[in-house]
């Protein structure tokens, strides 16, 4: 019969999960895990402060890692499972919402929709290039009119002679005014369509979003079309519907169920440290029970959405996971890790409120997490309809 064991749980592995990865994943997740605490760590809250992201630097090193577009095969990426590409997510994340943004939006939104949909002659030229971080992608899907219905967008395309005219504007676009292509979804009379945009042609502009109190260590921007002439060969030749941006929106999903376990283990390890340290009363504010059970639901929430998180990534690499599943799962992880960086943030108290600890800019930058690629209330629609059978999105 197999017994109890009695070894102590590890605090910050309370579950064993570190069992069920295989030894090339843990080095990845170290590999990761040594870059976050080396070089985002100890800059990025002043980068958040400030406002800004050292694009050039971070997209040169985040490639020579090997992180750009990771789990697509071929054309210079690196071609790993979707569980490792979710564990790298987790470990930037626990850097900062940002910086697993700026590596969602280049691998899973802009270069995933050039690997799939594009001609062997556009992942040829973009794809190697993008994944070393030479050049940088953004993804242009929402309006300012548009947002949880992206398919009422009025972006257009229109056919003149073998060119396409693009008009029209999007709006909240990660990377877009750092960005050297955007993949841009218009409308157009065969359909929605994907065109590669350089950002250098003339009628583009991408004026930046200032003022943002959330992810503020990643750059937000307008995109602007004034008849934007593009040659045919800047058309993703594979799609011509919706399910061309719905289908990176999957992949960029699939990664924020980890990343958000990322940001909510930060919070809990950062509590829990504080918590053994700060005194009050004449003893660690750990010993109160009232702290002791916010750590522990820090952590079993913590615990819990990476097992979810790990089996959805098993999943996907299995080629059996759904979108509804990857819906179940930024839904659930990020609102729980938007909870456990509120309670984290409580433990700390006064210090709390500051740059200098971690839980409240990670606080912050959930609220977007808890918005983009499709808000909590969207994902609810989109399980609600799996099990009812019944649409209630109009
Ligand atoms: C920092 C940041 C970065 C982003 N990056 C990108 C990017 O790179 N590319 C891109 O294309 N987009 C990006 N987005 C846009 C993001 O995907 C949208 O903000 C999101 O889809 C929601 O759209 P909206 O903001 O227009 O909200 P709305 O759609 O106007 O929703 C407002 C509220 O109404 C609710 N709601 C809407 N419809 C329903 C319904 N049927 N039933 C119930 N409730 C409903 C929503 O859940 C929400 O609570 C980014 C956003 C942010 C904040």
Known sequence: ??????????????????????????????????????????????????????????????????????????????????????????????????????????????????????????????????????????????????????????????????????????MWITNGSIADIAVVWARTDEGVRGFIVPTDTP??????????????????????????RLPDEFVLPGVASMRGPLSCLNEARFGIAFGAMGAARACYEAALSYSKEREQFDKPIASFQLTQRKLVEMMVAVQRGTLIALHLGRRKDAGTLTPQQVSFGKFDNVRNALE????????????????????????????????????NEIHTLIMGQAITGIEAFS
């Not at 509120?342 to 839980?359: C, F, K, M």
Request: aromatic share 8%.
């Open 1 to 170: 019969m197999s017994e109890i064991s009695f070894d102590k749980p590890d605090p910050h592995d309370f579950l064993g999960i570190d069992s069920l990865l295989s030894d090339e994943e843990k080095l990845l997740r170290g590999t990761v895990r040594d870059f976050v605490q080396k070089e985002i760590l100890p800059e990025v809250g002043d980068w958040w402060e400030a406002g800004e992201l050292p694009h050039k630097d971070l997209a040169k090193t985040i490639g020579d890692i090997g992180l750009l577009g990771m789990h697509l095969e071929g054309y210079g990426c690196a071609g790993t499972s979707a569980t490792a590409y979710g564990l790298a997510c987790l470990e930037l994340e626990a850097g900062d919402s940002g910086i697993r943004s700026f590596v969602s939006v280049q691998g899973s939104l802009a270069m995933f929709p050039i690997w799939k949909f594009g001609s062997e002659e556009q992942k040829n030229e973009w794809l190697p290039r993008m994944a070393t971080g030479e050049v940088i992608g953004c993804f242009g899907l929402t309006e300012a009119d548009s947002g949880s219905d992206p398919s009422s967008m009025r972006t257009n395309a229109k056919r003149d002679g073998s060119d396409w005219i693009l008009n029209g504007s999007k």
């Open 203 to 228: 009628g583009f502009s991408a004026p930046e979003i200032k003022k943002k109190a959330s992810l503020r260590a990643s750059v937000t921007s307008e995109l602007l079309f004034d008849n934007v």
């Open 340 to 375: 456990v960086a509120r309670t984290a943030r409580s433990v700390l108290g006064a210090n709390g409120i500051t740059l200098e600890y971690a839980p409240m800019r990670h606080m912050a930058n959930l609220e977007t997490v808890f918005t983009y690629e499709g808000t």
